[in-house]
T-cell receptor
Framework: KNEVEQSPQNLTAQEGEFITINCSYS?????LHWLQQHPGGGIVSLFMLSSGKKKHGRLIATINIQEKHSSLHITASHPRDSAVYICAVKETSGSRLTFGEGTQLTVNP | NAGVTQTPKFRVLKTGQSMTLLCAQD?????MYWYRQDPGMGLRLIHYSVGEGTTAKGEVPDGYNVSRLKKQNFLLGLESAAPSQTSVYFC??????????????FGPGTRLTVT
């Protein structure tokens, strides 16, 4: 079983829909990252959070440390949001990130 | 600023050949990482460095070597390439983890095929 599980693996939405991607992890963490990988392959950090909620534009990330769960929400989705969204956790000990397999999001016009 | 750059972007090797991938960053980051990304799997850490002159093994280090002679550069070497090393390789850098958190900045990736 992977230490970091994302769901769903694939998600197709219509433009304007509200989207939720989930991430569950099984280890103690000090931080959780959400990353976006563009169709061209580039990876960009979206959020890094250790508690509560963060918002940037139409993106919202939440984390529940007790439940070991995080969600990434996209409001008013747009075709340009189509990408792979990756969850990664920084374990309490050690200096590396453990990555989920990613969620492929496709937003149709 | 260029951020994190990787050279080359694409490469095809024959089994047994050697090559070096170069990662450079201009953000004065202490930490640098090499990952590989394979279909159906998350990014996996190959090696990392917490400062100039230091390197450490990650999750999948076998078949790779690294060097960090200058703070801004992190080299990944394949001494004798194998088809199992066909992958997309990403370099990343960050400030030191402080309280366990540091954003990582990724390079554009190198697509390597070993035939």
């Amino acid at each position: 079983k992977n230490e970091v599980e994302q769901s769903p693996q694939n998600l197709t939405a219509q433009e304007g829909e509200f989207i939720t991607i989930n991430c569950s992890y099984s280890v103690g963490i000090s931080a959780l990252h959400w990353l976006q990988q563009h169709p061209g392959g580039g990876i960009v950090s979206l959020f890094m959070l250790s508690s509560g909620k963060k918002k940037h534009g139409r993106l919202i990330a939440t984390i529940n440390i007790q439940e070991k769960h995080s969600s990434l929400h996209i409001t008013a989705s747009h075709p340009r949001d189509s990408a792979v969204y990756i969850c990664a956790v920084k374990e309490t000990s050690g200096s590396r990130l453990t990555f989920g397999e990613g969620t492929q999001l496709t937003v149709n016009p | 600023n260029a951020g994190v750059t990787q050279t080359p972007k694409f490469r095809v090797l024959k089994t047994g050949q050697s090559m070096t991938l170069l990662c450079a960053q201009d953000m004065n980051h202490e930490y640098m990482y090499w990952y590989r990304q394979d279909p159906g799997m998350g990014l996996r850490l190959i090696h990392y460095s917490v400062g100039e002159g230091t390197t450490a093994k990650g999750e999948v280090p076998d078949g790779y070597n690294v060097s960090r002679l200058k703070k801004q550069n992190f080299l990944l070497g394949l001494e004798s390439a194998a088809p199992s090393q066909t992958s997309v390789y990403f370099c990343a850098s960050s400030y030191p983890f402080s309280g366990g958190t540091a954003e990582q900045y990724f390079g554009p990736g190198t697509r390597l095929t070993v035939t």
